[in-house]
Nanobody, 119 residues
Framework: QVQLQESGPGLVKASQTLSLTCAVS??????????WNWIRQPPGKGLEWIGY???????YYSPSLKDRASIYRDTSKNQFTLQLTSVTPEDTAVYFC???????????WGKGTQVTVSS
């Protein structure tokens, strides 16, 4: 069974770069037609999709975040990382890494990690 675990700083200062890593076990991030996503949930709000890195290494981002977000991977460590630049308090959220296989079956979610941006 695939398991995902987010890690990173819980507190970031405004204007800095947020970096979160998702460690994957029980499966490879290069598995065909697997898409590795970052999703966040600000306090009191719904889920917001940030972007993904595909099994091939290609990436795709939400239009609202594409200028600040980047996702890259380390296949030797079987993990992928989100970087979000120029953060503001509005980036405060619980951040999740999520495996979405195609065709769609079950999605696999990490437990999430709280990130607070201080002004």
């Amino acid at each position: 069974q695939v398991q995902l675990q987010e890690s990173g700083p819980g507190l970031v200062k405004a204007s800095q770069t947020l970096s979160l890593t998702c460690a994957v076990s029980g499966g490879s991030i290069t598995t065909d037609r697997h898409y590795w996503n970052w999703i966040r949930q600000p306090p009191g709000k719904g889920l917001e999709w940030i972007g993904y890195i595909a099994y091939s290494g290609s990436t795709y981002y939400s239009p609202s975040l594409k200028d600040r977000a980047s996702i890259y991977r380390d296949t030797s460590k079987n993990q992928f990382t989100l970087q979000l630049t120029s953060v503001t308090p509005e980036d405060t959220a619980v951040y999740f890494c999520v495996l979405v296989p195609v065709p769609r079956g079950r999605d696999y979610w990490g437990k999430g990690t709280q990130v607070t941006v201080s002004s």
